[in-house]
């Protein structure tokens, strides 16, 4: 039975559609923006009509930036693939290292085991800058300055502790008699892991992965520091964007909603996934 | 030879002593009850002898090899948990088969062996369905097939009929000696319901204190509680008690409930002096209009299944009951009558040790 009064389907409409209004206004705002050329943005009064040109998005693909100084060389579509490499590679070495320690930290009980897993989150209570500059000089010794797997390991520090204490989390909530009785049943140790701990706590690993995908993405400071210009993501390669002759604002607003784009389509395809509820009903609450 | 065996197991979390030296063997295809209150360690002790839980020390012997360092899917046995514990992402036909999987059984054996158990529990209608589907009756089934599918030697059941309702249970402790009996393996069977125990088992091992304070046939758990705590756990209407001395006069002897003088089997002379608790079954006190017995009135009367229970109170001042069958003359409320008690269903136990005295 429908108890809302249409008062209150009203109001409730209302209050959705100013949330709604709220959150996707720079979102249309960009995307309004990324077909309008830089002179049409930036005229007073700031219309709402213009005629729409794809000539932002042709120049990132093309690479050539053409501004009122002259022809520009743009690495834009190649920023977009480092920040595609450097964050998927980064969750999938996250998730390789991190699901297991987290399953160590939820079920074992080992000296110093909280020590080591509040440590490994306190490395993002850091400022980064106060890591970079040390860390600067041992990659500058170790070889590993803009290369992938320098950038690779230091996304560590992003992905690691997110992923490690959300899915340490999701473990401590499966009930261990579930793997007790597949143990009994005749199964080892890793089959029990591999074959209940893993699917049960996937919703939770699915939710991790996803959150360490978009903060890796978002990163700017170990990028731009650690990596020069063929190794950047889209974030450092934003300032491109900044030329002599003026801010590019056609162009950025069409590198943002380029770089949306991946993480937007993960989040969609993880949404199934973090669903939760999955062990509900498997044991008596 | 034992089927199984814990020798001197103790288990402690820090300083906390949750049992100490347990000591307990079953010979092959035995049911053996553990009983015990919440709290005692029942739970601890199935999941030792399945290897998911260290001991602090001593061992637990399979077929007479100590297990130590066997490593629980090594140990051929059958688990069903108090809560289940059913793989949620698996159907119930899959969580059946698990254990036949894990054996690496041919897939037409897996097959048949999950539709003997489903037929045997009941289920096979089901088996399609998830863990989330079934209701709390067809989980505990499914849990219980799947401890069943590989017809291990051992069998652990953790209170299966914990969490299912009155009827089911009732239809189970019908059924489940019948089939337990038919896996022809050793059972420990975990329960805090005194009914169940009497029903399953070849032998009760009572968990009280930390330790087993008597291990034995139902009928000598009831007739013969070693401890006044094991008189006390077994029996609805529990058993009648009150605190007492032993005198003797001459060749007889008597306890004194509240100012009146009972006479007890002149064999307990030898405890002259002794504080007790005197303790008698309800269904072993007889009511009668005679010049002998205890002075009593009757308090209330409560019919309870095919007995009546009738809360009588001494002219002292002790409340006690007596169970009688309902075909027998049930007083009214208010009646005056005289009380004795059967030698069979009394008992005295010391009051300082709680254990029984020879009568």
Same mark, same amino acid.
């Given at each position: 039975m429908?108890?809302?009064?249409p008062?209150?389907?009203?109001?409730?409409?209302?209050?959705?559609?100013?949330?709604?209004?709220?959150?996707?206004?720079?979102i249309?705002?960009?995307?309004?923006?990324?077909?309008q050329?830089n002179?049409?943005?930036?005229?007073?009064?700031?219309?709402?009509?213009?005629?729409?040109?794809?000539?932002?998005?042709v120049?990132?693909?093309?690479?050539?930036?053409?501004?009122?100084?002259?022809?520009?060389?743009?690495?834009?579509?190649?920023?977009l693939w480092?920040?595609?490499?450097?964050?998927?590679?980064?969750?999938?070495?996250?998730?390789?290292?991190?699901?297991p320690?987290?399953?160590?930290?939820?079920?074992f009980?080992?000296?110093?085991?909280?020590d080591?897993?509040?440590?490994?989150?306190?490395?993002?209570?850091?400022?980064?800058?106060?890591v970079l500059?040390?860390l600067?000089l041992?990659?500058?010794?170790?070889? !590993?300055?803009?290369?992938?797997i320098g950038l690779i390991?230091?996304?560590?520090?992003?992905?690691l502790p997110?992923?490690?204490?959300i899915?340490?989390?999701?473990?401590e909530d !499966?009930?261990?008699?579930?793997?007790?009785?597949?143990r009994?049943?005749?199964?080892?140790?890793f089959?029990?892991f591999?074959?209940?701990?893993i699917?049960?706590?996937?919703?939770?690993?699915?939710a991790?992965g996803?959150?360490a995908?978009i903060?890796?993405?978002?990163?700017?400071?170990?990028?731009?520091?650690?990596a020069?210009a063929?190794?950047q993501?889209v974030?450092?390669?934003?300032?491109?964007?900044?030329t002599a002759?003026?801010?590019?604002?056609?162009q950025?607003?069409?590198?943002?909603?380029?770089?949306?784009i991946?993480t937007?389509?993960?989040?969609?395809?993880?949404?199934?996934?973090?669903v939760?509820? !999955?062990?509900?009903?498997?044991?008596?609450? | 030879? $034992?089927?199984l @065996?814990?020798r001197?197991?103790?288990?402690s979390?820090?300083?906390?002593?949750?049992?100490?030296?347990? $000591?307990?063997?079953?010979?092959?295809?035995?049911?053996?009850?553990?009983?015990?209150?919440?709290?005692?360690?029942?739970?601890?002790? %199935?999941?030792?002898?399945?290897?998911?839980?260290?001991?602090?020390?001593?061992?637990?012997?399979?077929?007479?090899?100590n297990?130590t360092?066997?490593?629980?899917?090594h140990?051929g046995?059958?688990?069903?948990?108090?809560?289940?514990?059913?793989?949620?992402?698996m159907?119930?036909?899959?969580?059946i088969?698990?254990?036949?999987?894990?054996?690496?059984?041919?897939e037409?054996?897996?097959?048949?062996?999950?539709?003997r158990?489903?037929?045997?529990?009941?289920?096979?209608?089901?088996?399609?369905?998830?863990?989330?589907?079934?209701? $709390?009756g067809?989980?505990?089934r499914?849990?219980l097939?799947? @401890?069943?599918a590989?017809?291990?030697?051992?069998?652990?059941l953790?209170?299966?009929?914990r969490n299912?309702d009155a009827?089911?249970r009732?239809?189970?402790?019908?059924?489940?000696?019948?089939?337990?009996?038919?896996?022809?393996?050793?059972?420990?069977y975990?329960?805090?319901?005194?009914?169940?125990?009497?029903?399953?088992a070849?032998?009760i091992?009572? %968990?009280?204190?930390?330790?087993?304070?008597?291990?034995?046939?139902p009928?000598?758990?009831?007739m013969a509680?070693?401890t006044?705590t094991?008189?006390?756990?077994f029996?609805d209407?529990?058993?009648?008690?009150?605190?007492?001395?032993?005198?003797?006069?001459g060749?007889s002897?008597?306890?004194?409930i509240?100012?009146?003088?009972?006479?007890?089997?002149?064999?307990?002379a @030898?405890?002259a002096?002794?504080?007790?608790?005197?303790?008698?079954r309800?269904?072993?006190?007889?009511l009668?209009?005679?010049?002998?017995?205890?002075?009593?009135e009757?308090q209330?009367?409560?019919?309870?299944?095919?007995?009546v229970?009738l809360?009588?109170?001494?002219?002292?001042?002790?409340e006690?009951?007596?169970? %009688?069958?309902?075909?027998?003359?049930?007083?009214?409320t208010?009646?005056?009558?005289?009380?004795?008690?059967?030698s069979?269903?009394?008992?005295?136990?010391?009051?300082?040790?709680?254990?029984?005295?020879?009568?």
């Amino acid at each position: 039975m429908d108890h809302t009064s249409p008062l209150e389907k009203l109001i409730r409409a209302a209050l959705l559609a100013i949330v709604i209004i709220f959150f996707m206004f720079p979102i249309a705002w960009i995307v309004l923006m990324s077909f309008q050329t830089n002179e049409s943005i930036l005229r007073i009064p700031p219309s709402l009509i213009f005629t729409p040109t794809i000539e932002n998005y042709v120049a990132l693909i093309t690479g050539e930036m053409r501004t009122a100084a002259g022809s520009l060389k743009l690495d834009f579509m190649r920023n977009l693939w480092n920040s595609v490499l450097l964050s998927s590679a980064s969750v999938a070495v996250s998730l390789l290292l991190g699901v297991p320690a987290a399953y160590a930290f939820a079920r074992f009980k080992f000296r110093l085991g909280e020590d080591i897993a509040f440590t490994l989150l306190s490395f993002r209570f850091a400022p980064p800058l106060l890591v970079l500059l040390p860390l600067s000089l041992y990659f500058k010794t170790l070889g !590993l300055t803009n290369t992938y797997i320098g950038l690779i390991w230091v996304y560590q520090l992003i992905c690691l502790p997110l992923i490690l204490w959300i899915v340490r989390g999701y473990f401590e909530d !499966l009930s261990p008699d579930i793997e007790h009785a597949h143990r009994i049943a005749g199964y080892n140790w890793f089959q029990t892991f591999w074959k209940i701990a893993i699917p049960l706590a996937l919703p939770g690993i699915a939710a991790a992965g996803l959150l360490a995908f978009i903060f890796a993405w978002n990163n700017f400071v170990f990028a731009l520091v650690l990596a020069s210009a063929d190794k950047q993501p889209v974030t450092v390669g934003a300032l491109a964007f900044v030329t002599a002759s003026g801010i590019q604002y056609g162009q950025i607003a069409a590198a943002i909603i380029f770089s949306i784009i991946p993480t937007f389509v993960l989040a969609m395809f993880a949404q199934r996934y973090l669903v939760e509820g !999955l062990s509900l009903g498997a044991v008596k609450g | 030879m $034992n089927q199984l @065996a814990i020798r001197s197991l103790s288990k402690s979390f820090g300083a906390f002593k949750v049992f100490e030296g347990l $000591n307990l063997a079953a010979d092959s295809g035995e049911i053996v009850v553990i009983f015990g209150g919440s709290g005692t360690g029942k739970t601890i002790l %199935l999941r030792m002898i399945a290897g998911v839980e260290e001991p602090t020390s001593g061992h637990v012997e399979i077929a007479g090899e100590n297990a130590t360092d066997v490593a629980p899917e090594h140990r051929g046995i059958g688990m069903a948990f108090q809560n289940f514990a059913l793989f949620p992402h698996m159907s119930a036909s899959e969580n059946i088969a698990a254990p036949l999987r894990a054996a690496r059984a041919a897939e037409a054996e897996v097959e048949s062996g999950v539709s003997r158990v489903a037929r045997l529990l009941k289920i096979d209608h089901v088996l399609g369905h998830t863990p989330r589907e079934l209701s $709390n009756g067809q989980k505990q089934r499914t849990a219980l097939a799947r @401890a069943l599918a590989a017809e291990p030697k051992i069998l652990l059941l953790d209170d299966p009929l914990r969490n299912v309702d009155a009827k089911l249970r009732f239809e189970m402790r019908l059924e489940l000696p019948r089939l337990l009996r038919q896996s022809g393996a050793t059972v420990l069977y975990v329960t805090q319901d005194y009914k169940e125990a009497m029903a399953l088992a070849d032998r009760i091992a009572v %968990l009280s204190g930390g330790k087993f304070v008597q291990v034995a046939a139902p009928e000598d758990i009831y007739m013969a509680p070693a401890t006044l705590t094991v008189a006390k756990l077994f029996g609805d209407p529990s058993i009648n008690m009150v605190e007492t001395t032993v005198r003797t006069a001459g060749k007889s002897a008597t306890v004194d409930i509240l100012g009146e003088s009972v006479e007890i089997p002149a064999s307990y002379a @030898a405890y002259a002096g002794r504080k007790v608790a005197f303790c008698v079954r309800p269904e072993a006190v007889s009511l009668a209009h005679k010049s002998d017995g205890l002075h009593c009135e009757v308090q209330a009367v409560t019919p309870l299944n095919e007995r009546v229970v009738l809360l009588l109170k001494s002219t002292g001042g002790w409340e006690f009951l007596s169970s %009688l069958p309902s075909s027998a003359a049930i007083p009214t409320t208010g009646e005056k009558l005289r009380a004795s008690f059967a030698s069979k269903g009394t008992h005295l136990f010391d009051l300082e040790t709680g254990e029984r005295l020879d009568g």
